[in-house]
DNA sequence: CTGGATCCATTTGGATACTG
DNA sequence: CAGTATCCAAATGGATCCAG
């Protein structure tokens, strides 16, 4: 009952939503070998926008995943860093993108092959690839 | 590099795009134990719509993760099964199911916590400037 | 039964500019 | 440096109705 994925009211689809969120997931990640500040992260995080950035970071940081350390200095620095709880996190993500690493190939392939057979017959038209 | 998620460019991108999709997620998590067919997939997935549901099965099935196979027949019955490769997204997938399970209470402790911590003025601030 | 089609509210996220 | 503020385009997803 406590951890049915399938019961919309199941917290445990506040982590999916959580996971769900691509730039969460690149943040583990990039946390994952110690503490970062935040132009790191966004400068290691390709296509980031700051705004986007910030919102995940503090999503993150109530949800007990990261820490938020502001050094009182000039110029300011923000240092960001997994808890514990967050460290843990490590594991299933490296499982994922393990996965998407290795699977990558099969995935596009299977696309391509869908998109030939769909537009053998009759192309003409370019269909917007999502 | 082919594996880099830090790359926007990188098709590894599409992966976690795919794996954010909540129902897909779920509908893999559904189909481990054999095929399912469309209506029985929707009433074990609550707060799926049908539309929704069609366009993740359609997603799925032009990226190699299951097969589609409709019986001509009265009343139409179309049955839904995993690859091989859709099988194999079983293990990383459900990693982080258990992760979810496991730590659900300890992410909405945290939040609570902020909650708290946010409303009141002062909850004796143990941190620096916030 | 299995969805396709349509309409629409809400959300999300990006670009840009600016501030403590 | 580390964001915030504002505006806005696009996508997401739901409700509803209908068709093969």
Aim: net charge positive.
């Amino acid at each position: 009952m406590r951890g049915d994925p399938f019961d919309p009211n199941c917290p445990t689809r506040l982590i999916l939503d959580r996971i769900g969120d691509k730039w969460s997931v690149l943040v583990v990640l990039t946390l994952s070998d110690g503490p970062r500040r935040f132009s790191r992260l966004r400068d290691t995080i390709g296509g980031v926008t700051p705004k986007v950035l910030t919102q995940t970071l503090r999503a993150m940081e109530r949800d007990g995943l990261l820490t938020r350390q502001v050094f009182a200095e000039v110029p300011p620095r923000v240092e960001y860093a997994l808890t514990p709880l967050g460290h843990s996190l490590r594991r299933p993500i490296e499982a994922i993108t393990e996965w998407a690493q290795e699977n990558v190939e099969a995935v596009i392939a299977a696309r391509e092959r869908a998109l030939h057979a769909d537009a053998s017959p009759a192309p003409a038209a370019p269909h917007p690839v999502r």
